[in-house]
């Protein structure tokens, strides 16, 4: 399975917009880049995917490098709900098998 | 269902027992999963099905865990001889496309402690 590097945390302000990195320097070209956020005591939760383009949302936005070697997730408006771990997964196009890592915690102060 | 619904909730145990974990998808999603998730860290793949056919069991542990889903819908999760360090919140996960862009939807997880 392709592997993800992601910081261990990040801290962000309310109302503010986050950024959070993905780095995938060994995916494929069939690996689509999929995005999962697990709130406190929750089951993670799908957030964004895609393959080459940039994607929109009603939740995030998702920007791919052009050589697709990393990504970044962008909330644009942080809030106090959107504290949570976020996981980045690489998923081929011909696997149905979803491999989560350690994620990003991402900590919002009011 | 509306959701991924799993029972129990929550299962103490003691050591040597037997326990049966039980997912029942959103109707009519193809894809079943099943993770594992310990304290502070990421979901650890177990297992899934496409239909009743499991596509995929390189993720359990050892030759006590085992899954099933006789007829494409309700899954069960069987950990023979349960030993403490199988302690951990164990999740469901369903899809409704047979291909790797349809979104999981998880459940709540079955919380299994060990004794």
């Known amino acids: 399975d392709a592997k993800t590097t992601q910081p261990n945390s990040m801290e962000s302000n309310e109302e503010e917009p986050v950024h959070l990195p993905c780095n995938h320097s060994?995916?494929?070209?069939?690996?689509?880049i999929h995005w999962y956020r697990q709130l406190p005591s929750q089951g993670p939760e799908y957030v964004i995917h895609?393959?080459?383009s940039n994607v929109n949302n009603r939740m995030a936005s998702l920007a791919i490098a052009e050589d697709r070697k990393s990504s970044t997730l962008i909330l644009h408006r942080a809030t106090l709900r959107d504290a949570a771990v976020y996981y980045c997964?690489?998923?081929?196009?011909?696997?149905?098998?979803?491999?989560f890592g350690a994620g990003t915690i991402l900590r919002v102060k009011s | 269902g509306a959701g991924v619904s799993q029972s129990p909730r929550y299962k103490v145990t003691k050591r040597g027992q037997d326990v049966a974990l039980r997912c029942d998808p959103i109707?009519?999603?193809?894809?079943l999963y099943w993770y594992r998730q310990a304290l502070g860290q990421g979901p650890e793949f177990l297992t899934y099905?496409?239909?009743?056919?499991?596509?995929?069991k390189s993720g359990l542990p050892n030759d006590r865990f085992s899954a099933e889903r006789p007829e494409g819908s309700i899954s069960t999760l069987t950990i023979q001889r349960t030993e403490q360090r199988d302690s951990a919140m164990y999740r469901c996960?369903?899809?409704?496309?047979?291909?790797?862009?349809?979104?999981?939807?998880f459940g709540e997880g079955s919380r299994l402690t060990v004794l």
């Open positions: 996960a369903s899809s409704n496309l047979y291909r790797t862009t349809g979104e999981l939807f």
């Open positions: 060994t995916i494929s070209g069939t690996d689509y």
């Open positions: 895609g393959l080459t």
């Open positions: 997964i690489l998923r081929p196009e011909y696997g149905n098998k979803l491999v």
């Open positions: 109707s009519g999603h193809v894809s």
């Open positions: 099905f496409n239909y009743e056919a499991q596509q995929d």
